[in-house]
């Protein structure tokens, strides 16, 4: 069972860019209708309404699957309608959220993939668009609209500095079109 909780704690050390610190020394809390272990290939997997907790970091799930390989690194795959994320960003009164039909991250590369559907928010910017992707070593996102085969766009909202005006949501229509 500890090799859970250790699992579950790498999983959540991915969660975005600048974080709540204080976050990682607290204790993880997780529920879910049913729990699988296998201690002998170091992996759980929770199904069923899962939401886990650690400090400002709350996480709703269908399904989160944790492993962790004979190095040490953790790697996780939420999946769900949607996932959802919501985390206390360090030094502000901010919130950072994120949304998509799945989550994975892998602690070895320190890589964090939301896909379908996928949108990140963090006070009033956003970014949406089918897969998203964040490199936390070099603090490096990129999105992409489309994905196998299906037709998008990426969607971004970004305030001036020292901006404190509301945003508008973006019009559902193609670009250049009210």
């Not at 002998?40 to 944790?66: C, F, P, S």
């Not at 953790?74 to 950072?96: H, I, L, N, T």
């Not at 939301?114 to 070099?138: F, H, M, N, P």
């Amino acid at each position: 069972m500890r090799v859970v909780w250790f699992l579950c704690c790498l999983l959540l050390l991915a969660f975005p860019v600048r974080a709540e610190k204080a976050d990682k020394s607290k204790p993880v809390n997780v529920e879910a209708d049913s729990v699988r272990v296998e201690d002998k290939k170091k992996t759980a997997v929770y199904e069923g309404h899962v939401v886990l907790t650690q400090g400002t970091l709350m996480m709703t799930a269908d399904r989160i699957d944790v492993q962790q390989d004979d190095q040490g690194f953790s790697s996780g795959d939420a999946s769900g309608k949607p996932v959802y994320f919501r985390q206390k960003m360090e030094g502000r009164d901010e919130f950072a959220e994120g949304w998509a039909e799945r989550i994975v991250y892998d602690s070895n590369s320190d890589k964090l993939k939301l896909s379908g559907q996928a949108r990140l928010k963090r006070g009033d910017e956003e970014l949406r668009g089918s897969l998203i992707t964040y490199d936390a070593k070099s603090e490096f996102y990129q999105a992409q609209g489309s994905s196998e085969g299906v037709r998008g766009r990426v969607r971004a909202v970004i305030l001036p500095k020292g901006s404190v005006a509301k945003t508008v949501p973006l019009p559902a229509g193609k670009a250049g079109q009210p």
